[in-house]
C-alpha cells in the first residue's frame, strides 16, 4: 500500500531523512516512534505527500506520487489520504457532522451522500447525538473521534496520524487507539501513526523505530 524508497530530505545544511526504505501493507497498523528530531513527522509528512523527498520514490497504492505535479497531487491526496493530526484542528464555526464532511465536499460528493456517510461514521464513533454540536461544545476525545470521521470520510486507502492521542488523557487515549484498530477491521483502512505512546506502539502490527533520520529496527 505505501511504498518508500531511497527517500533522503534535507532542510539546509541539515539532512533530516537518510535513505529510507519502507514497505507498509494495505490494512497494516504500523506505529514509528523515535527521539525528538528524528525524522518522524517528516517522513510522516513525505509519505502524506504534503511535502516532497529530496530524493528516492514514494508509492501509494500504486501510483507513484513523487513524480506527480501540486494540482494532480493535492485530488489524489484527499481521496486516498487522511490526516490525523495531536490538535484536531477542526473549524470551529461549523458543526461537528459539517466538519466531517467538508473533505466529501472538495471531492465533489453530494450533500444527500456525504450527509450519510458522516452520520455512518459518526455513529460508527459513538458520536451520532453530537452531529449538530460545534467543536467547543465537545470533549477532547470527542474532537479528536470527529477528526478521525473526517479523515475517513473519503474512504482513503490510507490514514496517517501524528501523535493523535498525545493531547488525550488515559482513558481517551485507549479509545481512540482502539477505535483505529475497530476501523481496521471493519474499513480495511492501513494506519501509519508516529506516536510517543508505548502502550500504542506495543499493541500496532508493526512498530518503526526511527533514530537520526534512519530507521533503526523494525519489531
Ligand atoms: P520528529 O518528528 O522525529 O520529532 P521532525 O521530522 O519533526 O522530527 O524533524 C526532524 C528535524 O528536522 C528537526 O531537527 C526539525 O527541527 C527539522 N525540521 C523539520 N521540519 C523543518 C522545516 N520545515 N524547516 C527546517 N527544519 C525542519
Redesign the pocket.
Known sequence: MIQLEGITKS??N?Q?LRGIDLNIDKGEIVSIV????????????IMGTL?APDGGMVIIDGTLVSRMKEKELSAFRNKHIGFVFQFHQLLPEFTALENVMIPAFIAGVGQKEATASAMELLEFMGLSDRAEHKPNELSGGEKQRVAVARALINHPAVVLA?EPSGSLDTHNKEELHQLFFDLRNRFGQTFVI?THDEGLAQITDRTVH?VD?EISKEM
Open positions: 532542510f539546509g541539515l533530516v523515535g527521539p525528538s528530531g528524528a525524522g518522524k513527522t517528516t517522513l510522516l509528512q511535502d501524528d508516529v526511527m533520520g
